[in-house]
């Protein structure tokens, strides 16, 4: 079989010619990433009950719903966050692995069920159930120059303009404003005067609930009707309110003593935001971040570019004043990570053919492995995408690893041919086809004991497994390729490209004679071991106890730690603190952060606790955006 790739080197070319094509194809449709896809997937379920404590929500909101959560499929563990502003967070998680999408629904109608237990207040402002990304891909903050155009002003405006036009943009998963406000009429009741007219809180807000609806008022004329009814009228009714002067007429009392009672009577009502729980700021000046989460399996890279793009189109629209800016991009690491390992990539390439050439002396006979290696190489992405991997750090890593893997197959072929030209005088031809014979089976069996070593890595579990997964395979690929390559079109190429004899010059000589005499070095030491066992053996005790004495002292890790570009920042203070309080404490640490000359941005949310994604007015966290690697000296970490 392999002779018929030998006497047919169009074929094999073909062949090969075809592993490239299927190579380049499935390059360009990976997405890129900084790892894989490791972190379990999570599900969040959240809840409002306006003016309740934390204790409260625990009892009536959370335990309802915590009792129908155990028994999910796939799910670990689930944590509950409760705050005093009224919203509750549970955090449900699932194996790795899991159908986030499956796993959504199957929570969703566990909620369903113990929704009649639940509030009324709490059904009706609704529990929502989404899948939660934690992959935030980048954060666009949105600032004005303006004094008018106040925090609640550009977070509506990002809410109504941006948000949905992020969302539409290949690779967003979903798109979270932080420190959102929404417009909400604020009704400020006056306690006295209440007292005074004999009102109750549940009065007013009956009156609002009846005055502040939509209701179908019906229509005039419509059958039955008496037979000379020409027109059929739709009565259009007054829906909700959307003035501080409407609320402010709104009906308390029409029967009282002292004639109609409006709730401006007993209240001040003004145009407000929802909620002032969330406060971000970029730099110290307010602002509304929006973040960018990345749809699982999307390209980072080609992601964060299209958001730039989709900004840079919008902002011919922004209200005078309005400016934007990145103060948190992921992106960025991911794109000097991935050159930096291309640059790798290419030395360690470079140096593979410098050592082949060295040893094979031969410039024809480096470039048989010159063309096989690539090969291989470029091959391993079809592998990637039919596994439905992506272009990530492991994956690199491993391609970069199998470069000093995948050309031994070559060369054992090339390096016997080679001796059966020197040393049986044979032809080009006639001694590919001998070595081939000779040395298939050795090939094949390297391939297999590779694969062997590599491909039950693949099926560890847990994170780590998830994460080294694509590593192993994609080592196990590329040697596959490269054991087809060395059956199939190294030989033609050894048959097509090797001369019988080549010379050899000055520098070739030298090296020839201080490498046989490092030869003979070697071989006089296993000489020297093997009449003097026992030396040996203290030798390998040695090294022993010195892999065992290092693997003791050197610091271990899932990754290793790297400068990513950016600080991260929890503040967390007193139970009970006010947002006012937690403001000023984290901007009094920012101040003293942006004095650091490596800084470039510094921006908090204030009100939002990242390690549990809870709100919490006694909380901060902040993102500390490090200058372009090449214009600091010093890391994050320092």
């Given at each position: 079989?392999?002779?018929?790739?030998?006497?047919?080197?169009?074929?094999?070319?073909?062949?090969?010619?075809?592993?490239?094509?299927?190579?380049?194809?499935?390059?360009?449709?990976?997405?890129?990433?900084?790892?894989?896809?490791?972190?379990?997937?999570?599900?969040?379920?959240?809840?409002?009950?306006?003016?309740?404590?934390?204790?409260?929500?625990?009892?009536?909101?959370?335990?309802?719903?915590?009792?129908?959560?155990?028994?999910?499929?796939?799910?670990?563990?689930?944590?509950?966050?409760?705050?005093?502003?009224?919203?509750?967070?549970?955090?449900?998680?699932?194996?790795?692995?899991?159908?986030?999408?499956?796993?959504?629904?199957?929570?969703?109608?566990?909620?369903?069920?113990?929704?009649?237990?639940?509030?009324?207040?709490?059904?009706?402002?609704g529990v929502v159930v989404q899948k939660r990304s934690n992959d935030i891909l980048l954060v666009t903050m949105f600032t004005s120059k303006d004094p008018k155009h106040d925090r609640l002003?550009?977070?509506?405006?990002?809410?109504?303009?941006?948000?949905?036009?992020?969302?539409?943009?290949?690779?967003?998963?979903?798109?979270?404003?932080?420190?959102?406000?929404?417009?909400?009429?604020?009704?400020?009741?006056?306690?006295?005067?209440?007292?005074?007219?004999?009102?109750?809180?549940?009065?007013?807000?009956?009156?609002?609930?009846?005055?502040?609806?939509?209701?179908?008022?019906?229509?005039?004329?419509?059958?039955?009707?008496?037979?000379?009814?020409?027109?059929?009228?739709?009565?259009?009714?007054?829906?909700?309110?959307?003035?501080?002067?409407?609320?402010?007429?709104?009906?308390?009392?029409?029967?009282?003593?002292?004639?109609?009672?409006?709730?401006?009577?007993?209240?001040?009502?003004?145009?407000?935001?929802?909620?002032?729980?969330?406060?971000?700021?970029?730099?110290?000046?307010?602002?509304?971040?929006?973040?960018?989460?990345?749809?699982?399996?999307?390209?980072?890279?080609?992601?964060?570019?299209?958001?730039?793009?989709?900004?840079?189109?919008?902002?011919?629209?922004?209200?005078?004043?309005?400016?934007?800016?990145?103060?948190?991009?992921?992106?960025?690491?991911?794109?000097?990570?991935?050159?930096?390992?291309?640059?790798?990539?290419?030395?360690?390439?470079?140096?593979?053919?410098?050592?082949?050439?060295?040893?094979?002396?031969?410039?024809?006979?480096?470039?048989?492995?010159?063309?096989?290696?690539?090969?291989?190489?470029?091959?391993?992405?079809?592998?990637?995408?039919?596994?439905?991997?992506?272009?990530?750090?492991?994956?690199?890593?491993?391609?970069?690893?199998?470069?000093?893997?995948?050309?031994?197959?070559?060369?054992?072929?090339?390096?016997?041919?080679?001796?059966?030209?020197?040393?049986?005088?044979?032809?080009?031809?006639?001694?590919?086809?001998?070595?081939?014979?000779?040395?298939?089976?050795?090939?094949?069996?390297?391939?297999?004991?590779?694969?062997?070593?590599?491909?039950?890595?693949?099926?560890?579990?847990?994170?780590?497994?998830?994460?080294?997964?694509?590593?192993?395979?994609?080592?196990?690929?590329?040697?596959?390729?490269?054991?087809?390559?060395?059956?199939?079109?190294?030989?033609?190429?050894?048959?097509?490209?090797?001369?019988?004899?080549?010379?050899?010059?000055?520098?070739?000589?030298?090296?020839?004679?201080?490498?046989?005499?490092?030869?003979?070095?070697?071989?006089?030491?296993?000489?020297?071991?093997?009449?003097?066992?026992?030396?040996?053996?203290?030798?390998?005790?040695?090294?022993?106890?010195?892999?065992?004495?290092?693997?003791?002292?050197?610091?271990?890790?899932?990754?290793?730690?790297?400068?990513?570009?950016?600080?991260?920042?929890?503040?967390?203070?007193?139970?009970?603190?006010?947002?006012?309080?937690?403001?000023?404490?984290?901007?009094?640490?920012?101040?003293?952060?942006?004095?650091?000359?490596?800084?470039?941005?510094?921006?908090?949310?204030?009100?939002?606790?990242?390690?549990?994604?809870?709100?919490?007015?006694?909380?901060?966290?902040?993102?500390?955006?490090?200058?372009?690697?090449?214009?600091?000296?010093?890391?994050?970490?320092?």
């Amino acid at each position: 079989m392999t002779k018929f790739f030998i006497t047919r080197p169009i074929f094999a070319s073909v062949l090969s010619i075809i592993i490239v094509l299927a190579g380049l194809a499935a390059a360009f449709q990976l997405p890129i990433a900084q790892y894989p896809q490791i972190a379990p997937p999570t599900v969040m379920i959240t809840a409002t009950y306006p003016g309740a404590s934390a204790d409260t929500l625990t009892k009536t909101v959370a335990a309802p719903i915590e009792e129908q959560l155990s028994g999910v499929d796939n799910l670990l563990y689930f944590n509950s966050s409760a705050d005093s502003s009224g919203t509750l967070t549970i955090t449900a998680t699932f194996e790795v692995g899991t159908d986030v999408d499956q796993a959504t629904f199957n929570v969703s109608n566990r909620v369903n069920i113990a929704s009649p237990r639940l509030p009324e207040e709490v059904r009706r402002n609704g529990v929502v159930v989404q899948k939660r990304s934690n992959d935030i891909l980048l954060v666009t903050m949105f600032t004005s120059k303006d004094p008018k155009h106040d925090r609640l002003f550009l977070s509506n405006y990002a809410t109504l303009n941006i948000v949905d036009e992020f969302k539409r943009v290949k690779g967003v998963g979903d798109v979270t404003v932080f420190g959102g406000q929404d417009y909400a009429m604020r009704i400020w009741l006056r306690p006295d005067r209440m007292a005074q007219l004999g009102v109750s809180t549940s009065d007013v807000a009956a009156a609002i609930n009846a005055q502040n609806n939509q209701y179908a008022a019906g229509k005039i004329g419509q059958d039955p009707a008496p037979a000379d009814q020409q027109i059929v009228y739709t009565v259009t009714a007054k829906g909700r309110l959307v003035d501080p002067a409407e609320f402010a007429n709104i009906i308390i009392r029409a029967n009282g003593p002292n004639g109609v009672l409006y709730l401006k009577d007993v209240a001040r009502i003004e145009l407000g935001a929802q909620s002032y729980n969330v406060a971000s700021a970029l730099n110290g000046k307010p602002g509304v971040a929006v973040a960018i989460f990345l749809q699982n399996g999307a390209n980072a890279l080609d992601t964060a570019v299209a958001i730039k793009a989709k900004t840079e189109e919008l902002r011919p629209r922004f209200p005078a004043g309005i400016e934007t800016t990145i103060p948190y991009d992921t992106s960025d690491f991911v794109k000097a990570t991935i050159e930096e390992v291309f640059k790798t990539f290419g030395e360690a390439l470079v140096l593979v053919v410098l050592v082949v050439f060295l040893f094979l002396q031969s410039w024809r006979a480096t470039l048989i492995p010159l063309i096989a290696v690539p090969i291989s190489l470029i091959g391993t992405f079809a592998g990637l995408y039919m596994f439905g991997f992506s272009i990530n750090l492991l994956t690199l890593f491993a391609m970069i690893l199998a470069i000093g893997i995948v050309v031994d197959d070559a060369i054992v072929v090339l390096e016997n041919t080679e001796r059966l030209m020197s040393e049986e005088g044979l032809d080009p031809f006639p001694a590919a086809v001998k070595s081939i014979q000779q040395v298939s089976a050795a090939v094949v069996a390297i391939v297999l004991v590779l694969c062997a070593v590599f491909v039950p890595v693949a099926f560890q579990g847990g994170i780590a497994g998830e994460l080294y997964r694509q590593f192993a395979v994609t080592v196990a690929i590329a040697v596959v390729i490269s054991g087809v390559v060395a059956l199939t079109l190294t030989p033609a190429l050894c048959a097509m490209i090797l001369k019988k004899s080549h010379g050899e010059n000055a520098f070739f000589r030298k090296f020839n004679q201080g490498f046989g005499g490092l030869t003979k070095l070697y071989i006089g030491t296993v000489n020297l071991t093997l009449h003097h066992k026992i030396i040996g053996a203290i030798v390998f005790a040695g090294i022993i106890a010195a892999v065992v004495f290092l693997f003791k002292i050197v610091p271990g890790g899932f990754v290793p730690p790297e400068d990513q570009g950016y600080v991260v920042n929890v503040v967390v203070m007193p139970d009970g603190a006010t947002l006012s309080r937690t403001i000023k404490t984290t901007e009094s640490i920012r101040a003293e952060i942006a004095k650091d000359p490596a800084v470039a941005h510094e921006f908090a949310i204030n009100g939002f606790e990242l390690l549990t994604g809870a709100n919490k007015t006694n909380a901060s966290t902040m993102f500390v955006r490090m200058k372009d690697w090449k214009e600091r000296t010093t890391s994050a970490d320092q």
